[in-house]
């Protein structure tokens, strides 16, 4: 779904999505320390391999993922890229 | 080494290169006869035409470079599931990219008609002197870094199949030099696509190689713990600081967005679906792909298991024998496409890139001084008057004779290789994230960054981190990347302050909430 906002408007809305990326970055890098450095310390393993290589790796990975989802589906907004407010008639 | 595969090596690698070639140039010559637009804005951007799926393959296929595939690898045999782990914070790179950048870019590339990223910066700051110098410092670094993936991905064909070094400098040079001027952006953004899928494929490949060759999964986790435990820890028992995780988060995680190479790619989606798909598509594959192929590097250990000298004393000997070590001929050559592809879609974007700065940033300037962006080329609209049609053709030929001339020098000084490839890299990242960075963030996001405070930011930062990297000199110890980003900042702040702040024009174009 295309909105007719205003180029103005549509900057505006770019400037809100990229703070909410950097809370996204915050939320990765979170959970980075603690899937990683924080499950190390824990001393846990599971089919011969620490757990901390797992939730480090492929848990960050997956915390990366659904910040990626959120941001797509929720966050970021579909604008037409094309402006059309002043010169009007090209579609 | 055990075997090597000759004929059976290089069938893969010759199948894979003429693909691509052919790939190039249809998809380039089909979008000439559909399109029938401007030479520039078809031949440096495609158009702005990329959807989702090559959008996220041509981001990470020009990021995930040959020292993704040897060197990181080879380092994580000796380090651990320490460097695994570091290399997970690549995952941050396609969401940060797009969600920072993304809109923004194409907002205001589209408002202006830009194709390059220097075309955004001279907008945005009108000024020469920091377009020359953003041009020659991507002429600079892009320059090395091509010569790294040369090298890296002609060592790894020699290691593997036995034929010369010079061989396969040659057949990567013909084939990549071949298909990014004829092929263009638009060429070398879906041949990327060919390229990562390659490069899922090797991973895949080798893994079955390494778990076969190990005896299992749990029998080469068990290796690894009896003859390294250490390998377990994510601080490799000191041989994996603290400070080393923080600098590879600032150098391959947090500021590869400004890299612009990758910023070039937010100019050239389609709409904004592309983006927003690209970016979840985008970071499911990062991630398989970084923490994958990192991760059969640290199990390569429960295969090699000797002590670094009898691999050759070096890391980036590590994949190459283990690809030999593990797969049968005919895999193995399959397995090494992989990297290769990753070497040479690097090459491929960064041939293009540089030589949009040299023919549209530089040259095309100075044959049209006055003339602003939005003028002189807009994207898919040459007019139709005689002397721009005759400017079309000088145009073309100009751009297709830089790509070819950058592409051969940069094949001419890779003939006599540089040790420590990895590094080279490094260096290239950090030169160029300090160059950029602040340019392109206050440029877009900051209303009060002058040109002044940019020039700064831009030359200053940069010297200050060749300078630092020279001279040899660290801050804790750390890689010169924390010297050169604050350096950049100050400049631009203090610089910025001290001058008069931009004209409306440039708000009206950036700025026009404000």
């Not at chain 2, 990562?196 to 079955?208: D, E, F, H, Q």
């Not at chain 2, 960054?449 to 700064?456: N, W």
């Not at chain 2, 831009?458 to 010297?463: E, K």
């Given at each position: ?6 180029y ?9 999505e ?12 979170i959970?980075w ?9 824990t001393?846990i ?8 290589v ?10 990366a993922?659904?910040v ?19 010169g009007?008639?090209?579609? | ?6 004929l ?16 190039a140039v ?20 495609g158009n702005r035409?990329?959807?989702a799926?090559?959008?996220a393959?041509t981001?990470i296929?020009?990021?995930g ?5 040897v060197g990181?690898?080879g ?8 460097w ?6 690549q ?9 920072l ?29 920091l ?26 064909f ?22 990014t ?13 060919l ?14 190689g390494i ?8 029998q080469?986790?068990d290796?690894i713990?009896?003859?390294?435990p250490?390998?377990l820890?994510?601080l ?26 990758s910023?070039v ?7 904004m679906?592309?983006m ?19 991760a059969?590097g640290?199990?390569?250990a ?28 005919w ?17 491929s974007s ?6 949009s ?7 095309l ?13 807009p ?31 940069v ?6 290789p540089?040790?420590?490839i990895?590094?080279?890299?490094m260096?290239?990242?950090g ?7 602040w ?9 009060r ?8 930011s ?6 200050a981190?060749c ?6 000199f ?7 990347i ?5 350096v950049?900042l ?21 700025f026009?909430?404000?």
């Open positions: 779904m295309k909105n007719r906002a205003s103005a408007d549509k900057m505006r809305q770019a400037n809100r990229a703070k909410a990326t950097l809370v996204g970055l915050a939320v990765v890098v959970a320390v603690a899937l990683g450095f924080g499950v190390a310390s001393g393993e599971v089919f011969h391999t620490p757990l901390w797992i939730t480090g790796t492929v848990g960050t990975w997956i915390v993922i659904i990626a989802v959120v941001m797509s589906r929720r966050v970021i907004t579909d604008v037409d890229l094309d402006d059309v407010e002043e009007g008639a090209h579609e | 080494m055990s075997s090597l595969t000759g059976a090596g290089l069938v893969p690698v010759v199948v894979f290169l003429a693909a691509a070639l052919g790939i249809y998809s380039r010559s089909r979008a000439a006869k559909a399109a029938g637009g401007g030479f520039v804005g078809e031949y440096f951007l035409s990329l959807g799926f090559v959008l393959m981001t296929a020009t990021y470079s040959v020292s993704s595939f990181g690898p380092q994580a045999w000796q380090t651990g599931f320490g695994v782990y570091m290399a997970a914070v995952v941050t790179t396609l969401f940060l990219l797009y969600g950048m993304g809109k923004k870019m194409a907002l205001v590339s589209r408002k202006l008609g830009a194709v390059t990223v220097i075309d955004v910066i001279r907008a945005r700051y009108k000024s020469n002197v377009a020359n110098a953003a041009a020659i410092i991507i002429v600079v670094f892009f320059a090395t870094t091509m010569i790294a993936q040369f090298v890296g991905g002609a060592k790894l020699a290691a593997v199949t036995g034929y010369s070094y010079v061989t396969g400098l040659v057949i990567f040079a013909v084939a990549v030099v071949a298909f001027t004829l092929g263009g952006f638009r060429g070398v953004a879906i041949t990327d696509a390229c990562g899928i390659a490069m899922l494929v090797g991973i895949v490949v080798l893994a079955g778990f076969t060759a190990g005896g299992g999964y749990e080469v986790m290796t713990a009896a003859n390294h250490e390998m820890e994510p490799d028992a000191g041989g994996m600081p603290v400070g080393l995780y923080f600098t590879q988060w600032l150098l391959v995680g947090v500021f590869t967005f400004c890299l612009p190479q910023v790619r937010t100019m050239g989606f389609k709409d679906k592309a927003r798909n690209a970016m979840v598509l985008g970071t499911v594959i990062i991630g398989f792909m970084m923490i994958g192929v990192t059969l640290t199990f390569s429960g295969v090699l298991t000797d002590d670094l000298a009898a691999y050759g004393g070096s890391v980036d000997n590590i994949i190459p024998q283990v690809i030999v070590a593990t797969l049968p001929p895999l193995a050559g399959i397995a090494i496409v992989g990297p290769i592809a990753a070497s040479i879609s690097t090459v960064l041939l293009i890139a540089a030589s700065a040299i023919v549209k940033d530089v040259w300037n100075y044959r049209h001084p006055r003339a602003h962006v939005q003028e002189s080329v994207v898919g609209g040459a007019s139709g008057k005689p002397d721009a049609v005759r400017d079309d053709r000088v145009v073309r030929i100009v751009s297709h004779a830089m790509t070819l001339f950058i592409g051969i020098a094949f001419v000084l890779s003939i006599t540089p040790d420590l990895w590094k080279i890299n260096f290239a990242f030169g160029l994230e300090t160059a950029f960075c340019v392109l963030v206050c440029g877009l996001f900051w209303k960054a002058t040109k002044e405070g940019a020039i700064l831009m030359v200053g930062g940069t010297a981190y300078i630092a990297m020279a001279l040899g660290k801050l804790f110890g750390l890689h010169q924390v010297i050169g980003i604050p950049a100050v400049l631009m702040v203090a610089g910025s302050l001290a001058t008069k702040q931009p004209d409306d024009e440039t708000r009206a174009v950036f026009p909430a404000d």
